[in-house]
């Protein structure tokens, strides 16, 4: 079946403008993940969503940053007024279920603030 | 919260020789560690995984290794090939809390 899809691929932006970002987690799965990535470094924790649950927003590194997860499917994650510091890989992951079950990621998203 | 570390950074093997990647844990309660590969430019695959009711698994050339008591657990790739060059990430996840901790990766070059 399909996997994780996100949109757009890549994303360039001038400094201090929003930019939302895409993911579609596989169908079925309940739990989805955003990370951010740094050019050469690990996976940084963002955001969870786990079914209708309150998410667990304590990765976002400032109020710049949101998500929302509609309908328990399709996630969106919010950057505004960007800055140059927020360039990076944006990776979604879903899974089956929490609590140690594998996630399954998608290709990201590029940003680029100019 | 758990702290997840990795080493080495860097790799880099002979094709046909081993490699081993370690990663270590803090927080006991964690009980499922995956390994991912993450080819340039893509997202992080998943390649192997253990669960803490286990010390060891294999899959063909690649097998995952835990100990429980010592809190780590590594990555052992056999006749390594060029196509197994890739950055390798560990993580650590338990019944407590959302979040799946990731080591920092190892950039593993398999040189011809």
């Known amino acids: 079946g399909a996997g994780v899809s996100q949109s757009p691929s890549n994303k360039v932006t001038e400094k201090g403008k929003d930019v939302e970002l895409r993911c579609d987690p596989i169908?079925?799965?309940?739990?989805l993940y955003w990370y951010r990535q740094s050019l050469g470094q690990g996976l940084e924790f963002l955001i969870y969503f786990q079914g209708n649950s309150a998410p667990d927003k304590s990765g976002l590194p400032s109020d710049r940053f949101s998500a929302e997860r509609t309908g328990g499917s399709v996630s969106t994650l919010t950057i505004q007024r960007t800055q140059q510091e927020d360039s990076a890989v944006y990776l979604c992951?879903?899974?089956?279920?929490?609590?140690?079950?594998?996630?399954?990621f998608g290709p990201g998203t590029r940003l680029l603030v100019l | 919260g758990e702290n997840v570390e990795q080493h080495p950074s860097t790799l880099s093997v002979q094709e046909g020789d081993s490699a081993v990647i370690k990663c270590t844990y803090s927080d006991s309660a964690s009980n499922y560690f995956p390994w991912y590969k993450q080819e340039l430019g893509k997202g992080p695959q998943l390649i192997i995984d253990i669960r803490s009711n286990v010390g060891e698994k294999k899959d063909q050339r690649i097998a995952v290794t835990l100990n429980k008591t010592a809190k780590h657990f590594s990555l052992h790739i056999t006749e390594t090939q060029p196509e197994d060059s890739a950055v390798y990430f560990c993580?650590?996840?338990?019944?407590?809390?959302?979040?799946?901790?990731f080591g920092t990766g190892t950039s593993l070059t398999v040189i011809p």
């Open positions: 993580a650590a996840s338990g019944y407590t809390g959302n979040q799946f901790y």
């Open positions: 169908s079925g799965h309940t739990a």
């Open positions: 992951a879903s899974s089956f279920k929490r609590q140690g079950e594998t996630q399954y």
